[in-house]
């Protein structure tokens, strides 16, 4: 039997500066705990990474980015992750808490409106030209300088500077990777990718998903194409796999897993796992 270790989760401090602030920021050099973790981890919060120096790699749900200047990673609640550092990395990280936005903006879909978080199919990271890191940072200056003179105002002014931000890197993302930018495609879209987060385990299909939306499925299928390029099948079968890949580096069994994610039997989740990934869920662990 192979034995897997568990995955560490780090979890957000809303009181580190005496009053409740659900966003932080910090030197990458400078922090200790989660930051450049060489082993398997989550984070239960968001990350944005800004890479100013450094080289390696962080491994990301399987999927290994190098570490290079003027790198920007994105990390969503649940990635599994761990870090291969071959020169001292120097940057910034911010990192929060979905409430942070959720209590200004009123907007319960707003972080599914921008394409690099909870992403499944497309890069989790970019790398930006000197001219547009630099307008990054220069944001980045501002929130640091905030938490550096903390006010009873200071979460407005934070607030408004991540969500310059985070539109920002939005329109970014859409032009590194060449993908739709608009983040006002149709509600329709972030209500299925929220529930796609929540109800992956017991939902597998368009259907439901429809049916908990009340649109019809080829409805759903042409707005999902338009803001990611992938049907909604497809959206939810990279989202399955993703997490059944994380589960299998629990140790937990098979058996159990199957179960866990809705699956009648072992043996359809074999069939069902193989024929995304080429491999059984057997082979994947041993092969980790």
């Known amino acids: ?66 570490i290079n200047p003027r790198t920007i990673i994105f990390t969503s609640p649940g990635q599994v992750r761990c870090w291969e550092i ?20 009123s907007d319960e879909l707003f972080l599914y409106r921008f394409q690099y978080f909870h992403q499944y199919s497309r890069p989790t990271e970019m790398q930006l030209s000197v001219t547009s ?49 608009d983040t006002y495609v149709h509600l329709d879209f972030y209500r299925f990718r929220s529930l796609l987060e929540k109800k992956f385990a017991d939902h597998h299909s368009t259907e439901a998903y429809s049916k908990m939306l009340n649109v019809n499925s080829g409805f759903l299928n042409k707005i999902c194409k338009q803001f990611s390029g992938l049907s909604a099948q497809q959206m939810i079968h990279y989202k399955l796999v993703s997490e059944i890949k994380k589960q299998l580096c629990q140790n937990k069994s098979v058996k159990e897993i199957s179960y866990e994610f809705g699956f009648s039997d072992p043996s359809n989740f074999n069939r069902f796992f193989k024929k995304f990934t080429g491999t059984t869920p057997q082979q994947y662990r041993k092969k980790m």
Not at 87 to 104: A, C, I, P, Q, S
Not at 152 to 157: K, P, Q
Not at 170 to 181: K, L
């Open 133 to 181: 890191f630099k307008k990054c940072l220069e944001l980045l200056y501002g929130i640091e300088q905030e938490f550096g003179q903390l006010q009873n105002d200071s979460s407005h002014l934070i607030r408004s500077l991540l969500y310059q931000l985070l539109v920002l890197l939005n329109r970014y993302y859409a032009e590194v990777h060449n993908v739709q930018r």
């Open 86 to 105: 071959e020169k001292e990395v120097r940057g910034y990280t911010l990192f929060f808490e979905k409430d942070f936005l959720h209590l200004f903006f």
């Open 1 to 66: 039997m192979t034995v897997v270790p568990k995955i560490k989760t780090y979890h957000f401090l809303p009181y580190k500066y005496g009053s409740e602030l659900l966003l932080d920021i910090g030197r990458i050099e400078t922090l200790d705990n989660y930051v450049l973790d060489n082993t398997l981890h989550q984070l239960s919060f968001y990350e944005v990474i800004f890479i100013e120096e450094g080289a390696g790699t962080i491994t990301l749900n399987e999927n290994k980015i190098l």
